[in-house]
């Protein structure tokens, strides 16, 4: 018999990619196949590996997908041929996520499996808006009723007005589609119709709407508001509740469009939300390493012919280092050896490894670098410019005009897709999209042409029908170059080349 394979029942959380759990993000990046239901960030699924199999079996409101039984069957056959899968669930898999019938399926086949719990919506959500399901003297339980009724039918179960008795709070999932029975219902029960209620639409992520009303108006003021699933109401006195300090970022209510590889991007994200803003992640640079390749095996083992080593990114520096230790060298190689780097985040990875940079220009881009070069090495010395594919041919140039000897090698490629999560159809209202690399921009571009949007780009993304209505960011004069290569111009060109100087760029340009 082939070897079985593990079923992993993972809680996605509430949608904030970032309250989704360490085991279960190390899960997702090992597993061979990931089964998922309409998760509130598709973040998720940037998170596992480029050959894993994803398959949707998600249930949205009109739209039933799969059969509970049908999703059983898939788990039980993925398992079965050997495969790791991880069913991954929004919120928790055993809150309404139908996770024991799934467990009970496996059970049945004899399949192992193991359950990772997630942050549950019913809490999570509500404190999200700045309610708390549970407050001393107020509310001391909590109740978690799903709005959902079973076969599709349109009606709430006999005994619902049961819940109209309850004490405390009481939070409802799955029930937008059913808020004015719900509240007619609860009405009729006995709750009191001025008891605090609230909706809130997209908890925990960007687009967080929430309206507040007595539980009599709450259905006409949620229709007004146009609010959408995936939606959690909370009825009770904590429902009136706002325990949310509210700082208002210089970026607050701009929609940032990012690229770059997975560490960059997610320290941009960062540093744009917390001055306010709303991050969406357009495409995955991945960073596909040569250190095992002739050219760099041959520089490793030629390293004291050399005088100089040039870094000319992050990247650089810590491939350099991982290819050192894996062919057995150490840092005895590098004693003779002087460093160069193009800027301060260069220069603070190298510093990781033990080493401060002998030149770093005052300005952070290879024209500077290439002229710093010139003025320090000379007709004796030999560089090792270790970097990515397709570097600026200006560094080389330059130095060749000098007369300085050097060998670029290929270190790494960077290339790049379209991030799970992006949707270009629905990326209407971006007001910025950054590029921090001359790569970054052809990933860009050629996912739209994979995509289907190409050059029609501007209709995929423009809320005006044009890529020019959103504002073009790039790093540097370098990543400005490439943009104007594609056909449009950098609408922002960030004078220091870090994130910060991003960040600082667009917040500058928004008070424009």
């Avoid at 050959?51 to 056959?77: D, F, P, T, W």
């Avoid at 925990?204 to 009303?213: F, H, K, N, Q």
């Avoid at 002087?338 to 800027?343: D, E, M, N, R, S």
Wanted: proline share 4%; net charge negative; glycine share 12%.
């Amino acid at each position: 018999m082939d070897r079985l394979g593990c079923v992993y029942l993972v809680g996605a959380g509430p949608g904030d990619p970032g309250l989704m759990t360490l085991k279960g993000r190390e899960l997702l990046s090992l597993c061979d196949v990931v089964v998922y239901d309409h998760l509130a960030s598709e973040r998720f699924l940037d998170w596992v590996p480029e050959n894993c199999r994803k398959i949707y079996v998600g249930k949205q409101a009109g739209h039933h997908s799969m059969k509970q039984e049908e999703i059983n069957g898939i788990l039980v056959e993925l398992a079965l041929s050997g495969r790791t899968v991880v069913r991954l669930k929004g919120g928790d898999p055993f809150v309404f996520g139908r996770g024991g019938e799934e467990v009970l399926a496996l059970e049945k086949h004899g399949i192992p499996y193991e359950t990772v719990p997630g942050v549950t919506s019913a809490v999570a959500v509500p404190e999200s808006a700045g309610i708390p399901v549970t407050h001393r003297a107020v509310s001391r339980s909590f109740h978690v009723i799903t709005g959902h009724t079973q076969a599709g039918t349109e009606c709430l179960p006999p005994d619902f007005g049961v819940y109209g008795t309850l004490p405390g709070t009481l939070v409802f999932l799955m029930g937008l589609g059913q808020l004015p029975k719900i509240v007619q219902q609860l009405i009729d029960s006995g709750k009191s119709s001025d008891t605090p209620a609230a909706v809130i639409e997209n908890g925990t992520l960007p687009g967080e709407r929430v309206i507040r009303a007595p539980l009599a108006q709450i259905s006409s003021r949620v229709r007004e508001a146009g609010l959408g699933t995936p939606a959690v109401i909370v009825v009770g006195d904590t429902a009136a509740y706002e325990m949310k300090y509210r700082t208002e970022g210089p970026l607050a209510g701009k929609r940032v469009g990012i690229t770059g590889t997975e560490q960059f991007a997610g320290k941009l994200a960062a540093a744009l939300s917390e001055q306010g803003a709303q991050v969406s992640w357009l495409i995955n640079m991945k960073v596909e390493d040569h250190i095992d390749e002739a050219p760099m095996q041959t520089a490793y083992r030629n390293l004291s012919d050399y005088t100089w080593l040039v870094f000319t990114s992050a990247n650089g520096v810590r491939l350099f280092f991982q290819g050192l230790f894996k062919d057995g060298r150490d840092y005895r190689c590098l004693g003779h050896v002087k460093f160069a780097v193009i800027g301060d985040g260069t220069g603070r990875e190298l510093s990781g490894y033990g080493f401060n940079a002998d030149y770093m220009p005052d300005t952070y881009c290879a024209k500077a670098l290439a002229d710093g070069l010139v003025q320090v090495a000379g007709p004796g010395d030999r560089l090792l410019i270790a970097r990515s594919g397709g570097g600026s041919p200006v560094l080389t140039q330059t130095l060749l005009d000098a007369g300085i000897r050097f060998d670029d090698i290929v270190l790494y490629e960077v290339s790049g897709r379209q991030a799970s999560s992006f949707r270009p159809e629905q990326e209407m209202r971006l007001d910025y999209i950054t590029f921090a690399s001359a790569s970054g921009v052809r990933a860009f571009f050629d996912c739209m042409d994979k995509a289907g949007t190409g050059d029609t780009a501007n209709k995929a993304l423009g809320p005006a029908g044009s890529l020019k209505d959103i504002r073009l960011v790039c790093i540097g004069a370098v990543t400005a170059h490439e943009l104007e290569r594609q056909g449009y111009r950098a609408d922002i060109t960030a004078g220091q080349y870090h994130i910060e100087g991003l960040v600082q760029a667009i917040i500058k340009d928004s008070f424009v």
